[in-house]
């Protein structure tokens, strides 16, 4: 099996900046894309950013120019560093990682438990 465990969300005053880790570990044979997703309460979880094992990286209108996402795939972990944070940025922030778990195998996505992420107007 593979696990996420994120890390790095906390509370924090609009205009400031957090960096969260997703760490994966487990049976990983190699990890395809890599990225971010958040839910507001009463909302759906979206998109933030994502990012391939090449380092092509996509990100959601509403954070371009502010987040940035990055990966060390020596160990396995992304990265999203977030500044000029906002209200509306307030959510839990889960990771995910399509994962080959041996040669040949298909990937499956797995998904961290989430971290909040609280911006104070």
């Known amino acids: 099996q593979v696990q996420l465990v994120e890390s790095g969300g906390g509370l924090v005053q609009a205009g400031g900046s957090l960096r969260l880790s997703c760490a994966a570990s487990g049976s990983i044979f190699s990890i395809n894309a890599m990225g971010w997703y958040r839910q507001a309460p009463g909302k759906q979880r979206d998109l933030v950013a994502t990012i391939t094992s090449d380092g092509s990286t996509n990100y959601a209108d509403s954070v371009k120019g502010r987040f940035t996402i990055s990966r060390d795939n020596a160990k396995n972990t992304v990265y999203l560093q977030m500044n000029s944070l906002k209200p509306e940025d307030t959510a839990v922030y889960y990771c995910?990682?399509?994962?080959?778990?041996?040669?040949?195998?298909?990937?499956?996505?797995?998904w961290g438990q989430g971290t909040q992420v609280t911006v104070s107007s």
């Open positions: 995910n990682a399509h994962v080959r778990m041996a040669w040949g195998r298909p990937t499956y996505t797995y």
